[in-house]
């Protein structure tokens, strides 16, 4: 499974690596850090899953997502804040995010998550 992490802050860029390599299956394909190379790269890569901060360079992640879900509908989509508010969750998962997590709780979950997206479970 094919991953690409849209984040710019680089201790949790090697925090997600290191999980990427750790779960079996799971393959970095790319990184970036500004909005708009976020939405080339993607539709250019078109991975399986993306990892997406809502906070990052040159826009928001919010519009990322948009994007991303118009043009790949069944892309995987994590999101991975630091800024977990109810209505910034509401607003992510009604755009098409797969999953909601705070990075200040939530790192633990991502292999078991990378997991049930290999077998096939829904989010």
């Given at each position: 499974m094919e991953v690409?992490?849209?984040?710019?802050?680089?201790?949790?860029?090697?925090?997600?690596?290191?999980?990427?390599?750790?779960?079996?299956?799971?393959?970095?394909?790319?990184?970036?850090?500004?909005?708009?190379?976020?939405?080339?790269?993607?539709?250019?890569?078109?991975?399986?899953?993306?990892?997406?901060?809502?906070?990052?360079?040159?826009?928001?992640?919010?519009d990322v997502l948009k994007a991303v879900k118009e043009s790949l509908p069944f892309l995987k989509v994590i999101v991975l804040t630091s800024f977990p508010s109810p209505q910034l969750r509401k607003r992510c998962m009604a755009l098409g995010a797969d999953y909601f997590l705070d990075k200040s709780t939530d790192f633990g979950k991502l292999p078991e998550i990378f997991r049930d997206m290999m077998r096939g479970k829904a989010a």
């Open positions: 690409f992490i849209v984040d710019d802050s680089s201790m949790v860029v090697e925090r997600l690596l290191d999980i990427i390599r750790r779960v079996h299956g799971l393959e970095f394909v790319g990184l970036a850090a500004h909005a708009s190379a976020a939405i080339q790269s993607i539709a250019k890569i078109e991975p399986d899953v993306v990892i997406l901060d809502v906070h990052i360079l040159g826009g928001s992640g919010i």
